[in-house]
Structure formats: C-alpha cells, structure tokens
T-cell receptor, first 113, second 112 residues
C-alpha cells in the first residue's frame, strides 16, 4: 500500500543546533516533494519544494534533500531558534498534473532556549 | 499578498444539519482542495477541483459534496452533519505554475 511517513514523536532540540526531520514514502513515484510548516490552529504554510531530479535545495536556514533511491527526504533547519517550533509536514504529488498532494502526519519540533 | 479565506474560523452545528463551508482564493488558481485534519491521521483529502464545475473525489469523500460554480470559490457541503465529521477543515488552492498549496486558516467544525 502507499504510505508517506514522518516521525510521529516530537523532536526536542537546543537553540542553535541543527534540526533534522525525516520523510519516507513507499509505493509512490513523486515528481516532487514539498515541506510545510504548521502552527497550532493555523493552516500549513509552504516552505520548500524539491523535484525528483534535484538532490538538494536551500532557502536561508532551511535545507531539503531528496533521495529517490531511498525514497526519503530530509529537512534540516540550521541554527534553530525557538520561533522555529512548529509542526512540519511533508507532502508529495499524488497524481500528475492535478496538484493533488498527499501529506505525512507531521513532526512537531520544539526548540528550547 | 496571496490569500485563501474560509467563511468561518469556528462553527458549531447539530447532528443532521446541512453545513456549508466556503473557501475563496484571489490568485486565479485552477486547482482547489478541501482537506480535513485530525490528530494522529494528518491531512486527508476530501475533494478537489481543477476547473470550474469540475470535481474529483479525494481519499475520504463519503458524507461530503462540493460545488465550484466560480473559479475563485470552492464550497464543501455536509449534507447531514454527523459527530464523526467534527474536525479541522482546510481549504487550499494551487495553480498550474505554482504547484504548491496555499492554505486557508482553517475552520474548526464541531458537530454536537
């Protein structure tokens, strides 16, 4: 069956450290994978998109990698800050040309000062 | 600034009531989506639409219907609300050029 999985346990790290979140998928062949941030009671906000032919993408303190052989994406936040505390969702395209996204359950990140 | 708005942030309804959730986007996007989000289950797609008057079932369409009469507006209808439809409902839009989703703030629906 098709699955997209993120670590359901919360990730607690110290301010200034690098946070690494994992997204694994099975039985999909996505053309791209996306990462979103969601704060409590709010809708998700898009952060980064990485395509299947890209290994790595960066945006300020964020870095995403995409390994289609391992069927895995890693999301890194360097020099983390308490304001980075949120739930992070990965999503991949469920079918071509419709923009339909399939989401993981999300990983909650807590950055302690 | 791009915007997706939803008609209510919080809504309380009774079992059996007909419920309308409205979503409006101002980005001229072709695609619009309705998700529900529940603890432990994540975001699940209910319905989506890739054009006016077009609709496609998502993963959990049972008990819901949708309407898209205008490009900017996508409505989710609960024909007869039930307690298991208590959830956070999120609308999103996306364009052919911008394939990521722009989400609304969500509607937290409670069915008593």
């Amino acid at each position: 069956s098709q699955k997209i999985e993120q670590n359901s346990e919360a990730l607690n790290i110290q301010e200034g450290k690098t946070a690494t979140l994992t997204c694994n998928y099975t039985n999909y062949s996505p053309a791209y994978l996306q990462w979103y941030r969601q704060d409590p009671g709010r809708g998700p906000v898009f952060l980064l998109l990485i395509r299947e032919n890209e290994k790595e993408k960066r945006k300020e303190r964020l870095k995403v990698t995409f390994d289609t052989t391992l069927k895995q994406s890693l999301f890194h936040i360097t020099a983390s800050q308490p304001a980075d505390s949120a739930t992070y969702l990965c999503a991949l395209d469920g079918s071509s040309n419709t923009g339909k996204l399939i989401f993981g359950q999300g990983t909650t990140l807590q950055v302690k000062p | 600034d791009v915007k997706v708005t939803q008609s209510s942030r919080y809504l309380v309804k009774r079992t059996g009531e007909k419920v309308f959730l409205e979503c409006v986007q101002d980005m001229d996007h072709e695609n619009m989506f309705w998700y529900r989000q529940d603890p432990g289950l994540g975001l699940r797609l209910i319905y989506f639409s890739y054009d006016v008057k077009m609709k496609e079932k998502g993963d959990i369409p049972e008990g819901y219907s949708v309407s898209r009469e205008k490009k900017e507006r996508f409505s989710l209808i609960l024909e007869s609300a039930s307690t298991n439809q208590t959830s956070m409902y999120l609308c999103a839009s996306g364009g052919l050029a911008e394939i990521h989703g722009f989400f609304g703030p969500g509607t937290r629906l409670t069915v008593l």
